[in-house]
Nanobody, 126 residues
Framework: QVQLVESGGGLVQAGGSLRLSCAAS????????MGWFRQAPGKEREFVAV????????YYADSVKGRFTISRDNAKNTVVLHMGSLKPEDTAVYYCAARARVDTATLDRGSTYDYWGQGTQVTVSS
């Protein structure tokens, strides 16, 4: 069992930045791919970004590419999502998730992730 706790959400103006953090409970944190997803009101959950176990490879949704950066610190059991040039359409609850599977074909599918945090609200005002 892996417990994930997100923090860092809040209210920010368009064009601003936020840093989301996700802390994991297990020392085997480095065994998991770590992803970020988001869900806006009335919409389905969508993939945002993922990072491999070592942190050597990342993949982003087209909607955030070039604006968001995912990173991890395996020594601290933490994954971070730096969000820049925020837009009102980035408003959502953001979730971090852990994935034991190592195939890369389905990294953007939430159903392939094993553990989820409780989410943190990000609101971008225009």
């Amino acid at each position: 069992q892996v417990q994930l706790v997100e923090s860092g959400g809040g209210l920010v103006q368009a064009g601003g930045s936020l840093r989301l953090s996700c802390a994991a409970s297990r020392r085997t944190f480095s065994s998991y791919f770590m992803g970020w997803f988001r869900q806006a009101p009335g919409k389905e959950r969508e993939f945002v970004a993922v990072i491999t176990r070592s942190g050597g490879w990342t993949y982003y949704a087209d909607s955030v590419k070039g604006r968001f950066t995912i990173s991890r610190d395996n020594a601290k059991n933490t994954v971070v999502l730096h969000m820049g040039s925020l837009k009102p359409e980035d408003t959502a609850v953001y979730y971090c998730a852990a994935r034991a599977r190592v195939d890369t074909a389905t990294l953007d599918r939430g159903s392939t992730y094993d553990y989820w945090g409780q989410g943190t609200q990000v609101t971008v005002s225009s």
